[in-house]
Nanobody
Framework: QVQLVESGGGLVQAGGSLRLSCAAS????????MAWFRQAPGKEREFVAA????????NYADSVKGRFTISRDNSKNTVYLRMNSLKPEDTAVYYC??????????????????WGQGTQVTVSS
């Protein structure tokens, strides 16, 4: 059974930083893309960042470019999201996602087959 477990969320002041982690179990994703999405109250789930199977290619939403960094450690079957210069509008539940078939850093929800339960990130002003 595949599981993605996020950790690292919490409450932080505007301008602060957090690092999210997502540990996968049940199968290896070393040949597959992984990504982060987020969903704020009353809004649809939106793309944040994606990383290719090797980590050699990344893709970011315009709203987080220059502030967030996605990375992965295939030896640990884990993907990370470093978030700097956080803003109140970054407040959301952050979800980790993994693709069963796609190796490239796709920014669309439909490319991902496995999802974590989410971790809350709250940025106070």
């Amino acid at each position: 059974q595949v599981q993605l477990v996020e950790s690292g969320g919490g409450l932080v002041q505007a301008g602060g930083s957090l690092r999210l982690s997502c540990a996968a179990s049940g199968r290896t994703f070393s040949n597959n893309a992984m990504a982060w999405f987020r969903q704020a109250p009353g809004k649809e789930r939106e793309f944040v960042a994606a990383i290719s199977w090797s980590g050699g290619s990344t893709n970011y939403a315009d709203s987080v470019k220059g502030r967030f960094t996605i990375s992965r450690d295939n030896s640990k079957n884990t993907v990370y999201l470093r978030m700097n210069s956080l803003k109140p509008e970054d407040t959301a539940v952050y979800y980790c996602a993994a693709s069963r078939t796609t190796a490239q850093a796709m920014g669309v929800i439909g490319a991902y087959n496995y999802w974590g339960q989410g971790t809350q990130v709250t940025v106070s002003s």
